[in-house]
DNA sequence: TAGATTGTTAATCGATTAACAATC
DNA sequence: TAGATTGTTAATCGATTAACAATC
């Protein structure tokens, strides 16, 4: 056996892209939308210290965040370009190469995605709703068509969308689950209240609601 | 200085109550969810190996989770009786006692929470909702009534309700999260993309859309 | 009894925070 | 130069996972 050659430098790098811790990852669409409103009021500069003390985090971290992001590093004194950071960030969360997603069940929160003008803002591109009642399918919702679930597997395959968004019931997540990974999905944003089991390679992220809010009221009980 | 009498048995009781870690607690209503299932195919024990199994969660974790929140221990070869431990759970995420809540921000997302029925099952009730557009106000959503702002303060003064829902443009979140903090609430669920200043001992969760699509979508870029 | 399943202790991992040296 | 702000290295913390002994 050789001895190998071995790259294990730390944030190490594979190829161009250097990893970026998931903590970091979710972290950034809050500095994103910072940032746009220090540019929109003309500060050609922002410090992660002044950034951290405005949106309460820890100062260090922010650095470190930023770090692992702008393509520039910081200057002391200064800060970071508004402008660059914006542009570096825009490419680690992808917001400017589009995503093409489905959407399935158009019910309440179904409608209210549908219409939802900021996902354009965050790469994301929902083409088509898909149902199976009668009584939304063949309209426009959010000037996205709604189809018929027969037209679901041609449409994805022909437009080779990867990512399906799931706001159905969740007694049919898994069914439509099944569905939009045999039509070739390979990412799904889950909103059902349901546990999807999926074939390795594809990706889910899982929106819980009761979640948050256990969270969020059992902090509250601990007040008292 | 005398030698001090130390409480630090871990998992430690803080009178009656031990701490749960913030990670158990939001997959608390996973389990939840899964145990109701259970229950309802009339299935009296469940095995925390089976759950791990079906739910794709690791086995030692999901043991661990139980053993914080049951209040018998589970029986080798049997596993933990479905009801009780679905009661257990109720009481850690406090589905048994109502928060009362208001939500300020009726648009589409407003609405779709309004009508949501789901949330009682979570020990949540929103009492109503509030709003500037003269065509909600005064009209019914999901069976609430929504109010004009300015009959905020006292209502939620009145009722002493807890908890406010914001679903308002971010431009707004702030303003709308001061009234209702004025007026006595106690812990806010952010839907709105901004940043929430708050004065200390008022709790806040940032549901942040944008977040979970990043992670998701770097995720999938990852895969080419 | 043997085996499945439990609870617990220890090792690992990732993220946060603290301390500090570098620099505009 | 002095001071604010940076980047980095080390310490701490919390959560996950692995190993194992206990028990119905």
Redesign the pocket.
């Known amino acids: 056996m050789h001895p190998q050659i071995v790259n294990d430098k ?2 190490m790098k594979d190829e161009k892209t250097l990893v970026i ?4 990852l979710s ?1 950034l669409p809050i500095y994103y939308c910072y940032l746009q409103e220090r540019l929109s009021e003309g500060q050609e500069f ?7 003390e405005s949106l309460s ?11 692992s992001v ?1 393509s ?9 370009r508004t402008e660059l950071l914006l542009n570096d960030m825009k490419t680690y969360l992808g917001y400017d190469n589009y995503n093409e997603a489905v959407l399935v069940g158009v019910g309440g929160l179904g409608k209210t995605l549908l219409q939802y003008p900021g996902f354009k803002n965050y790469g994301l591109d929902v083409v088509a709703g898909f149902d199976v009642d009668p009584n939304v399918v063949g309209r426009m919702v959010g000037g996205k068509p709604v189809y018929g679930m027969d037209k679901l597997e041609n449409l994805v395959r022909r437009l080779g969308v990867q990512l399906g968004i799931i706001t159905v019931p969740g007694a049919q997540a898994q069914i439509v689950a099944d569905l939009l990974v045999s039509a070739g999905i390979k990412a799904i944003w889950n909103f059902a209240p349901a546990h999807i089991d999926l074939p390795s390679g594809v990706i889910i992220k899982n929106e819980n609601l009761a979640a948050s809010l256990a969270v969020l009221s059992s902090r509250l009980q601990e007040e008292d």
């Open positions: 730390k944030g811790p998931k903590a970091t972290r922002v410090s992660s210290s002044t950034m951290a985090l820890n100062a260090v971290q922010v650095r470190k965040d930023l770090a702008s520039v590093p910081g200057r002391p004194k200064m800060g970071f």
